[in-house]
């Protein structure tokens, strides 16, 4: 599947930092290649990828015994991914950052200064981020010792003194908007200087949520944790919940039957359609097309509601559990999903060259909220929003996990990086998925669809990446003991993608916020751990 043909080379440059690892670890962290460093060697080896080209994808941290933090990234290269590694005594929490190569790295850095303490030098941002005033400056939400909730805490003080940055001189004055919005999305503040109508900077932030994911997934058995996943991201339930049951499974060694891994795959193809069909009617909305929002949400609810008779969920949540899936495609099923695939197709030929035909739109939309392939590549953006600047990465193609090894997929890829390209982009993706369906549901394997689960060692771990419909989704699990979970990390494609919306709105007029952020969709659930 990977062919580290590039690694050698990598590896030579940081050799005398590198630290041995056993033979199991590696086995199961598979097929990402672990490395271990001292922490001496974390700043180095992040220099290297950069200059290497490879793009970062996340980070997280773990209290390891009552002494010791381990920091864990992941570095990827055309599919092949590099996990890297180093440990940290409580008594010296300092290392080196990762921002200065991968801007990327500038939010994750700052969430696990904020619940872990350690110090990364040389971060250019020093501000918090996801601490908030329930928790004391000294009190770090995620080690052993701290509970879910403080104690005694009373009602938490609103988070209204963050230092945003300021713009200054004559004529620029600055808008706020949010954390609460006059619609039903989730809370996300959002903070222009402008000049007249001309956005001069974005500042977004975000983490108002505070679910506690990462705290509330310690103890848990499999079966539940697949369920907690499910809940990171509504929207995302499929690809989340799907990531978090790969990695368990790497973990336990544990392999579905080709039919449940077919079945998960219909799952991923339906969720990436209806949320393509709800983006591609809310871009058009922004802009007063009224039309295209009330014939995309008519078509995405035809389609939720075949989730809801067929598998019992619209959104499919819990539908995708260790080992495999929770029920079956008879062959009624299989003959009505192929004929909901036409029939949706058939729509789509009439609807979709409305939208490429109306000139009013077109000027709303084309070189609107561009981002460019430079900049897009220097944040590491995923998803379709990296497509549509130039980033020809997928994973169900390039990194290839079952079944998609198995199948033909094709990924679009365009240059413009404005809000145009964007929704063209979530077009083409849902013609490629209907397609990938049509594959799926033809030649579906026979067999089970529920693989028997064995208890985990204690301390085995493994990775989940999965191709979800925003993007790349990179999960962490490792177990403790009797089975239970006792560290769960997982890192939505937002977290790469809300930094590219701080960027590509520059230059635009403040009426045009609302159909550039749109146009990327970032998850603030799937963010707000």
């Known amino acids: 599947m990977s062919r580290f043909d590039w690694l050698p080379e990598l590896l030579a440059r940081c050799e005398d930092q590198l630290i041995p690892v056993s033979g199991d670890t590696a086995r199961r962290l598979a097929p990402a290649h672990l490395i271990v460093l001292d922490p001496e060697g974390w700043g180095r080896m992040a220099k290297v990828a950069r200059e290497q080209g490879c793009h970062w994808s996340a980070l997280w941290v773990e209290q390891t015994d009552a002494e010791t933090l381990q920091a864990n990234a992941v570095l990827v290269f055309r599919g092949d991914y590099l996990m890297i590694r180093t440990g940290l005594p409580l008594t010296n929490l300092v290392l080196p950052s990762h921002t200065p190569w991968f801007p990327a790295a500038n939010h994750p850095e700052r969430h696990a200064r904020d619940l872990f303490g350690i110090v990364f030098s040389d971060h250019?941002?020093?501000?918090?981020?996801?601490?908030?005033?329930?928790?004391?400056?000294?009190?770090?939400?995620?080690?052993?010792?701290?509970?879910?909730?403080?104690?005694?805490?009373?009602?938490?003080?609103?988070?209204?003194?963050?230092?945003?940055?300021?713009?200054?001189?004559?004529?620029?004055?600055?808008?706020?908007?949010?954390?609460?919005?006059?619609?039903?999305?989730?809370?996300?503040?959002?903070?222009?200087?402008?000049?007249?109508?001309?956005?001069?900077?974005?500042?977004?932030?975000?983490?108002?949520?505070?679910?506690?994911?990462?705290?509330i997934a310690e103890g848990r058995e499999p079966g539940?944790?697949?369920?907690?996943?499910?809940?990171?991201?509504?929207?995302?339930?499929?690809?989340?919940?799907?990531?978090?049951?790969?990695?368990?499974?790497?973990?336990?060694?544990?392999?579905?039957?080709?039919?449940?891994?077919?079945?998960?795959?219909?799952?991923?193809?339906?969720?990436?359609?209806?949320?393509?069909?709800?983006?591609?009617?809310?871009?058009?909305?922004?802009?007063?097309?009224?039309?295209?929002?009330?014939?995309?949400?008519?078509?995405?609810?035809?389609?939720?509601?075949?989730?809801?008779?067929?598998?019992?969920?619209?959104?499919?949540?819990?539908?995708?559990?260790?080992?495999?899936?929770?029920?079956?495609?008879?062959?009624?099923?299989?003959?009505?999903?192929?004929?909901?695939?036409?029939?949706l197709r058939g729509e789509l030929?009439?609807?979709?060259?409305?939208?490429?035909?109306?000139?009013?739109?077109?000027?709303?939309?084309?070189?609107?909220?561009?981002?460019?392939?430079?900049?897009?590549?220097?944040?590491?953006?995923?998803?379709?929003?990296?497509?549509?600047?130039?980033?020809?990465?997928?994973?169900?193609?390039?990194?290839?996990?079952?079944?998609?090894?198995?199948?033909?997929?094709?990924?679009?890829?365009?240059?413009?990086g404005d809000v145009a390209a964007r929704l063209q982009v979530r077009a083409t993706e849902i013609h490629h998925s209907f397609d990938l369906l049509t594959q799926l549901l033809t030649d579906l394997p026979e067999g089970p669809v529920q693989a028997e689960w064995q208890m985990p060692a204690a301390g085995s771990e493994g990775l989940g990446m999965v191709e979800g419909w925003r993007g790349e989704i990179v999960t962490h699990v490792r177990f403790g003991t009797d089975g239970r979970v006792a560290r769960f990390f997982p890192r939505d494609p937002s977290w790469l993608n809300w930094p590219a919306l701080e960027q590509l709105i520059h230059g635009n007029i403040v009426p045009d916020f609302p159909v550039c952020n749109k146009s990327v969709n970032g998850s603030y659930s799937g963010h707000d751990l």
């Not at 001189?169 to 954390?179: D, H, K, M």
């Not at 193609?397 to 199948?407: K, N, Q, S, V």
Request: charged letters at 25%; aromatic letters at 8%.
């Open 224 to 343: 539940t944790l697949a369920r907690l996943a499910g809940r990171l991201s509504g929207d995302s339930t499929v690809a989340h919940t799907w990531a978090a049951c790969q990695a368990m499974e790497r973990a336990a060694d544990v392999t579905p039957p080709p039919r449940a891994q077919a079945i998960r795959a219909v799952f991923a193809e339906r969720e990436r359609i209806a949320n393509h069909l709800g983006d591609i009617g809310a871009i058009c909305n922004d802009v007063g097309f009224t039309f295209a929002q009330m014939q995309f949400s008519r078509l995405r609810e035809d389609w939720q509601r075949v989730n809801q008779s067929l598998f019992g969920h619209r959104l499919l949540m819990d539908r995708i559990v260790p080992g495999g899936v929770l029920r079956d495609l008879t062959s009624d099923n299989t003959t009505l999903l192929q004929e909901q695939n036409r029939t």
């Open 124 to 215: 250019p941002d020093h501000r918090r981020w996801t601490r908030h005033l329930a928790w004391s400056e000294d009190g770090y939400p995620l080690r052993h010792n701290k509970p879910v909730c403080p104690d005694d805490i009373g009602e938490t003080l609103p988070d209204s003194n963050y230092p945003f940055f300021q713009a200054q001189g004559a004529g620029v004055y600055e808008i706020p908007v949010g954390p609460v919005h006059a619609g039903i999305i989730e809370p996300g503040h959002f903070r222009f200087q402008a000049e007249g109508e001309t956005v001069l900077n974005l500042e977004i932030r975000l983490g108002y949520t505070h679910k506690g994911i990462e705290k």
């Open 349 to 416: 030929e009439t609807l979709l060259p409305i939208l490429d035909d109306h000139p009013s739109l077109e000027d709303r939309l084309l070189g609107t909220g561009i981002l460019s392939a430079e900049t897009a590549i220097t944040l590491g953006v995923t998803g379709f929003v990296g497509k549509a600047s130039g980033i020809d990465i997928d994973l169900r193609r390039d990194h290839c996990y079952a079944p998609y090894d198995r199948l033909i997929v094709d990924s679009p890829c365009l240059q413009a």
